[in-house]
C-alpha cells in the first residue's frame, strides 16, 4: 500500500501587495483504494493545493511537508514527481499547438517508464483507450487540446490517467464544463482506475451531482486554505442541502 502525505502545509502566491498566503496549513493523508473528495466554495484553495502538490512554479511552499511513501515530493522537480507516481488532471488543461496527440502520450509513457513501448501494443492500448473515453481513432493525430471542447479535453484527461497509470492522480475540478453524458464517460474512467485496488485519488469539485458517479470514501471541506470539516460520503449530502455557509461563517469569526 502507498501513502500520500500532507502535512501542516502552507503556500503563499506572489501579488502586486506582496506573498499572499493561500494555504494555511493542510493536513491530508490519502491511502491507495481511496477516493478523497476535496469540496468548498470559490477561492478557497482547493486548486492551490492540487498544484502545489504537482511541483507549480507559481505557488510557494512555505512550511509543511508533502510525502510518498516517506519520499520528500516537494524537493523533486515536476518530471520527477510524475516518475514517483503523481498524475494532475487539471481543471482547463493547456493547447499544446503542433504536438499530436499521439506523441504526446507516447513521450509521457516513455519518461515516466523509462524505456519506450513497443509501438504494436502501445497504439492498440491508445486506440483502445480512446475508445473507452468515446473518442474515435483519429483524434490522436490532433493536437494537444487545440480546438477541443471541453468535454473533449476532459476525456483526453482520463485517456491520459489511464495510459499512464499513475500511483495517486489529483483530478482538479473534472467535472467543470461537461454535460451529463460526457460526466459519466470521465466517471467511468476514473472508476476503472480505482477499480485496480491499489491506486489513490484526490477528487476536487464545488459540486456533488460528480460523487453520484465517483464514490468517496472520505469528503473534506476546504475554507480559507484550511480543512474545516471531514467525514465520509455522508458529508456530501449534507453540504447539498445546507451549503457552505456555516463554514464561511465560522472561518470570518
Known sequence: MSTLAVNDLHVSVDTEAGPKEILKGVDLTINSGEVHAIMGPNGSGKSTLAYSVAGHPKYHVTSGTVTLDGEDILAMSVDERARAGLFLGMQYPVEVPGVSVSNFLRTAKTAIDGEAPKLRHWVKAVNDTLDRVNLDKAFAQRSVNEGFSGGEKKRHEIAQLELLNPRFAILDELDSGLDIDALRIASDGV??????????????THYTRILNYIKPDHVHVFVDGRIAEQGGAELATQLEAEGYDKYLRAARA
Open 191 to 204: 472508476n476503472r482506475f480505482t477499480a485496480q485496488g491499489d491506486r489513490g485519488v484526490l477528487l476536487i
